[in-house]
């Protein structure tokens, strides 16, 4: 098109503009009628079908190859999809698993709220086979480590109280009293046990790990933590699917806190906590947001308008024109989903910069004929065909975004870019209806602000050197592009204070935890077994683990070290017969001995590593055997 057909075009435009505005100013009430009626069914329908589909897989094409995938394997693997890992750390590794053991069963009797429930870590299976996935040198140690404690294990079984705990060290003290090489093998031993009645003394709920005591060393990180996987039953008409199925972990949590340890630390991550939490973003503060903006709205069209009659017709043409987009959106797709919702925002801000426009050339007008129905016309006359343009403009730019197989941005673009032209036509029709019916008064002065006078004189006057100097910053932006760096990790748009979003980042640390990882199907397990080697040689892959990593190697080995230390310790934790329950006269006793022999020990030893925790335990002993017998 050469240039006097497109400035033809514009003069068509201009001259279609202003036969609407002068039509829609000469028969007023009849335009506001039937924008009365659109809006009013308008309204009705959507009040009958708004609807927010909090879905966030479905904002992605599902015809994408990579989709097509990903639903065949959920179907194939449907536990694996909506789930909230539930991370549960304790003091110790005894009091973590009680904890998660205990919360899962308490989640497993609620169907109704969860679909599944299990523990990747733990369970019966790993209760009982655990020991075989160790390394054979590590079922030796530990097999070793069962057997050299007899003694101890014996007499606990005998007598699973503190009687029988007492009497335990006091075999194990009177065993080693005179063996300097064997008694200071018992520092960290009764360092532990001095921690946890130094605790009982003071109160508090001790945390003793046998685990530490039999091994002989600190528990790592990874052993003071344990996973429960939750499949929950999700509500997707609510703004937070799983907030229900969250919200009930949560108090469950609580409650085991208080019955098991209040050290116990529960914390939610995984794609539904994520996306609720995501989610919830929206509503937090939305009403007071709406406030602010509605208020930074009038205050902007005070200053350019000066006219309360002039703003209460732009926000009822606004008004009437977002309620006819919302009903062309819902029509079009039944639904807004979490990226489309925010063609709210988009239709009044460039919706309200219209209505600005038309105002002020109306002004203008006004000031020059006196006029109301000449200022409107020509009003319309020189601003229609740019309002036309920049209307058309936006609107282009958000269908730009229809090719895109980002549904949740391809309907946006579709709704924004239809309510670009709804906003065109409620500018050039309602909105002179309105200022008819309105009749605000007429302008006493010229409209604009003398005072910036001297700023557009400026600007005239060195507009060659303004036009450089920004020819030139945009020449240097352009030349910076290549540098420019895209940061593609979503994470980072979230708070790391959240507290789904901390966990994620606490369990990318240690690679076992770390959610980043790709499914890989593979015709058979050999084939399996075959690619996992190849693709453990990528830089960008850590591990990897196929359905062979859950057959224990080397089985027999480990079988006949666990069935020799079985035959040692079926008869020693089975014992004949076991011990009653002692009276509070017998423990103290039985303490008073034990503290005896500690004090024999750190005296013997002064100058080895077992004298202090010996000293420190006798200590919290005695106190213990003159406190209230409800301590022990």
């Known amino acids: 098109m050469s240039l006097e057909e497109a400035s033809g075009e514009l003069m068509n435009i201009t001259r279609m503009t202003t036969h609407i505005v002068a039509v829609c100013a000469r028969r007023p009430w009849l335009v506001i009628v039937i924008a009365g009626a659109l809006a009013a069914s308008a309204f009705t329908y959507n009040a009958g079908h708004i609807a927010i589909d909090t879905d966030s897989a479905k904002l992605i094409g599902e015809d994408l190859a990579w989709r097509k995938r990903e639903r065949i394997f959920d179907a194939a693997f449907p536990q694996r999809a909506d789930l909230i890992a539930v991370v549960v750390d304790g003091a110790t590794p005894e009091l973590a698993e009680e904890a998660t053991k205990t919360l899962a069963l308490r989640l497993s009797s609620q169907p109704g709220m969860y679909r599944a429930v299990w523990r990747p870590d733990g369970g019966p299976f790993f209760e009982r086979a655990g020991l075989l996935f160790e390394s054979t040198a590590e079922v030796a140690r530990t097999t070793q480590q069962l057997i050299a404690a007899q003694p101890l294990l014996g007499t606990l079984a005998a007598d699973p109280t503190l009687r029988g705990l007492m009497d335990s060290l006091s075999l194990m003290l009177e065993g080693v009293e005179h063996d300097p090489a064997i008694v200071e093998q018992l520092a960290q031993p009764l360092a532990g046990f001095a921690e946890a009645f130094e605790a009982v003394v003071a109160g508090q709920v001790p945390a003793f790990s046998w685990h530490s005591l039999f091994t002989g060393s600190v528990p790592a990180p990874r052993e003071l933590r344990r996973f429960i996987l939750v499949q929950p039953v999700l509500d997707y008409s609510a703004l937070r699917p799983g907030e229900s199925a969250s919200g009930a972990i949560r108090q469950a949590a609580h409650e085991l806190a208080q019955d098991v340890d209040p050290r116990i630390r529960i914390r939610l991550t995984g794609p539904v906590p994520l996306a609720d939490e995501e989610f919830g973003t929206l509503a937090e503060g939305a009403a007071l947001n709406a406030s602010v903006m509605m208020v930074a709205i009038v205050v902007l069209l005070w200053i350019a308008l000066r006219s309360l009659r002039l703003v209460a017709a732009i926000l009822l043409?606004?008004?009437?024109?977002?309620?006819?987009?919302?009903?062309?959106?819902?029509?079009?797709?039944?639904?807004?989903?979490?990226?489309?919702?925010?063609?709210?925002?988009?239709?009044?801000?460039?919706?309200?910069?219209?209505?600005?426009?038309?105002?002020?050339?109306?002004?203008?007008?006004?000031?020059?004929?006196?006029?109301?129905?000449?200022?409107?016309?020509?009003?319309?006359?020189?601003?229609?065909?740019?309002?036309?343009?920049?209307?058309?403009?936006?609107?282009?730019?958000?269908?730009?975004?229809?090719?895109?197989?980002?549904?949740?941005?391809?309907?946006?673009?579709?709704?924004?870019?239809?309510?670009?032209?709804?906003?065109?036509?409620?500018?050039?029709?309602?909105?002179?209806?309105?200022?008819?019916?309105?009749?605000?008064?007429?302008?006493?002065?010229?409209?604009?602000?003398?005072?910036?006078?001297?700023?557009?004189?400026?600007?005239?006057?060195?507009?060659?050197?303004?036009?450089?100097?920004?020819?030139?910053?945009?020449?240097?932006?352009?030349?910076?592009?290549?540098?420019?760096?895209?940061?593609?990790?979503?994470?980072?748009?979230?708070?790391?204070?959240?507290?789904?979003?901390?966990?994620?980042?606490?369990?990318?640390?240690?690679?076992?935890?770390?959610?980043?990882?790709?499914?890989?199907?593979?015709?058979?397990?050999?084939?399996?077994?075959?690619?996992?080697?190849?693709?453990?040689?990528?830089?960008?892959?850590?591990?990897?683990?196929?359905?062979?990593?859950?057959?224990?190697?080397?089985?027999?080995?480990?079988?006949?070290?666990?069935?020799?230390?079985?035959?040692?310790?079926?008869?020693?934790?089975?014992?004949?017969?076991?011990?009653?329950?002692?009276?509070?006269?017998?423990?103290?006793?039985?303490?008073?001995?034990?503290?005896?022999?500690?004090?024999?020990?750190?005296?013997?030893?002064?100058?080895?590593?077992?004298?202090?925790?010996?000293?420190?335990?006798?200590?919290?002993?005695?106190?213990?055997?003159?406190?209230?017998?409800?301590?022990?």
């Not at 076991?578 to 500690?598: F, G, Q």
């Open 317 to 632: 043409s606004l008004a009437v024109g977002l309620i006819v987009t919302a009903a062309i959106g819902l029509l079009a797709f039944g639904a807004f989903n979490l990226i489309s919702v925010a063609f709210a925002v988009l239709f009044v801000g460039l919706g309200v910069d219209f209505c600005i426009q038309f105002c002020v050339c109306y002004r203008a007008k006004r000031y020059a004929t006196g006029e109301l129905y000449l200022a409107l016309r020509d009003a319309g006359g020189e601003v229609g065909g740019a309002l036309a343009l920049a209307a058309a403009s936006t609107a282009a730019g958000f269908y730009a975004f229809l090719p895109t197989d980002y549904r949740g941005v391809s309907e946006l673009g579709a709704i924004a870019g239809t309510g670009m032209i709804v906003a065109f036509v409620a500018t050039i029709t309602l909105l002179p209806a309105l200022i008819a019916v309105f009749r605000a008064p007429g302008e006493p002065a010229a409209v604009g602000y003398a005072a910036l006078a001297p700023l557009d004189r400026f600007l005239v006057r060195h507009r060659r050197r303004i036009l450089i100097f920004s020819g030139a910053i945009a020449t240097v932006s352009i030349a910076l592009l290549p540098g420019l760096q895209f940061d593609f990790n979503p994470l980072h748009l979230r708070s790391v204070k959240v507290e789904s979003v901390a966990t994620l980042l606490d369990l990318m640390q240690d690679p076992n935890t770390a959610p980043n990882t790709i499914d890989v199907l593979t015709p058979s397990l050999a084939d399996a077994a075959a690619l996992a080697p190849r693709l453990e040689q990528l830089p960008e892959v850590d591990h990897t683990i196929t359905l062979a990593s859950f057959v224990p190697e080397q089985q027999q080995e480990k079988l006949a070290l666990i069935e020799d230390a079985a035959l040692l310790l079926d008869p020693v934790l089975r014992p004949a017969a076991s011990k009653p329950p002692p009276n509070d006269d017998e423990t103290v006793r039985a303490m008073a001995h034990t503290v005896e022999l500690l004090e024999r020990v750190a005296a013997a030893h002064p100058g080895l590593g077992v004298a202090a925790p010996a000293a420190r335990l006798g200590r919290a002993l005695r106190a213990l055997t003159q406190g209230e017998p409800r301590q022990r």
